[in-house]
């Protein structure tokens, strides 16, 4: 299996070396050269297996026999090890033919624990191979910085530096961070919005020269093509759950980098019959303003209760452009500087081939704050924030009532008390036994102004 720029100017990469790589050398992602596809007679007969079992039969063919199927099945077995719940990825019911996948098992309570507890075995098992040590270097808009940390803080050969952007994540997804002291666990709130923290890396995954001789940056981002191979097992585990592969599945997925949703997409492109893709997204709606208006500019960024999804620049949107392209390089390259500018446009046969699969929807701030009430009045069952948008945006845009709509459940609601507790009377949602005592612990991190030279000197000087 080898691995190719969305750009087309950077080198071909095996699996190993696109998972050390994260950001391609000419500034693109790297994606498979093939996609694995499967029969529906394949994917029927996986039916009674079990989360880590599944996730061996998707991610395997990706590793095309670079890590033994032995090791990997152990990296599988050792990365959702620490989920709270045997089934790993349940799902509740919340209406008529109406589910919630809840991805928020793990022990971060975030979607990210099942991609980045993966990615962390991954990566420790890879660079003790190489006898490597490498910098781990990340942007989080909440989530993804602490369970990066959670998959890398035992890792010996990994030095981690997460980014989050001061005063703009909830107070429990700053601590989930700021509370881990290992020694190779480096949290810096830099002042800014989540777009500036994504910029930083992606500067520093250009240039690296910054960095001591003999290490190189890792991502940890969803540009880590692990990653998002990671995700799509879920949406084949859910959908087998449903009937699938002999009926379809739709799914509404609250997304802000489009790292989630295009795992649905390769999930699709690999034989899962997924009939609708829905976009659900926040007041910063640059992907809904691209499907349904082709209106893909950037603007202000806007603060609100879904922070996860305060993001204006979607990295992983690249991917599928990628593919609405043909594959075309250049033609990607050329879209990627228009957009710089403020702006892209896509033709019409790109939108038309992205219509197809995608349907999008926005709500805002008041809109959500309904919904968690209305779902909580009617079935006792509450929602976080980014989850309440992903449900409202199934009722809105599901093509077909008798098609089975999985709304993916980003994390659990006690990371956003404050949006819960404006919803309604319901009282502080609690969080699991093993983080009761989170509030008082102690926090360590280091606040820094939106200067790159000052943060890569601060990544340089502890490496």
């Given at each position: ?10 080198p ?14 000419d ?24 989360y ?9 063919p ?22 709270r ?13 109406e589910?919630?996948?809840e ?6 309570l ?8 993966f ?47 001061h ?8 601590r ?12 810096i ?9 994504q ?47 002999a ?5 509404s ?50 603060q ?23 594959r075309?390089?250049?033609e ?6 228009e ?61 077909n ?6 709304c ?8 956003f ?47």
């Amino acid at each position: 299996m080898k691995f190719i720029s969305t750009r087309g100017e950077a080198p071909v990469l095996n699996f190993e070396e696109a998972v050390l790589a994260g950001l391609a050398s000419d500034g693109g992602l790297y994606v498979p050269e093939t996609l694995p596809k499967f029969s529906a007679d394949e994917i029927a007969s996986w039916a009674g297996l079990s989360y880590q079992e599944l996730a061996f039969k998707i991610i395997s063919p990706f590793v095309d026999g670079e890590i033994a199927d032995d090791d990997l099945q152990a990296i599988i077995d050792k990365a959702y090890s620490s989920f709270r719940h045997n089934a790993i990825a349940p799902m509740v019911q919340t209406g008529h033919n109406e589910w919630v996948l809840e991805l928020f098992q793990g022990p971060t309570l975030a979607f990210k624990d099942f991609a980045l507890q993966f990615l962390g075995h991954l990566l420790d098992f890879i660079l003790t191979k190489r006898q490597q040590k490498v910098a781990v270097m990340g942007a989080t808009s909440g989530d993804t910085g602490s369970a990066a940390i959670e998959g890398c803080r035992r890792c010996e050969n990994i030095d981690i530096f997460i980014l989050h952007p001061h005063n703009r994540v909830s107070e429990v997804q700053r601590r989930q961070m700021t509370t881990v002291l290992a020694d190779n666990v480096f949290n810096i709130a830099l002042a800014g919005n989540f777009d500036d923290c994504q910029n930083m890396v992606k500067a520093s995954f250009r240039d690296q020269s910054f960095l001591p001789e003999g290490r190189q940056l890792v991502a940890v981002n969803s540009i880590n093509w692990a990653r998002i191979m990671a995700q799509i097992v879920y949406y084949f585990y859910s959908a087998l759950a449903l009937g699938g592969p002999a009926r379809k599945v739709s799914y509404s997925v609250p997304t802000g980098n489009f790292g989630d949703i295009y795992a649905g997409y390769l999930a699709s492109q690999m034989g899962l019959p997924i009939e609708q893709l829905i976009i659900a997204t926040n007041q910063n709606d640059i992907l809904h303003r691209c499907i349904s208006d082709n209106d893909h500019s950037k603007r202000e960024l806007s603060q609100s209760l879904a922070p996860s999804m305060d993001i204006m620049v979607s990295s992983n949107f690249e991917r599928l452009l990628f593919d609405l392209y043909g594959r075309d390089g250049a033609e990607i390259q050329r879209l990627m500087s228009e957009f710089e500018s403020g702006s892209m446009v896509l033709s019409d046969a790109a939108l038309k081939s992205a219509r197809a699969l995608f349907s999008s929807h926005r709500l805002d701030d008041d809109g959500m704050l309904r919904v968690i009430a209305s779902v909580y009045e009617s079935t006792g069952y509450m929602l976080d924030p980014h989850t309440a948008i992903g449900v409202a945006a199934a009722r809105e845009k599901r093509n077909n009532t008798d098609t089975p709509v999985v709304c993916l459940a980003t994390a659990h609601p006690a990371k956003f008390p404050e949006a819960v507790m404006k919803a309604g009377d319901f009282g502080e949602p609690a969080l699991p036994h093993h983080m009761k005592d989170l509030f008082v612990r102690e926090e360590r991190f280091v606040e820094l102004e939106n200067d790159q030279s000052l943060v890569q000197d601060f990544i340089n000087k502890r490496l």
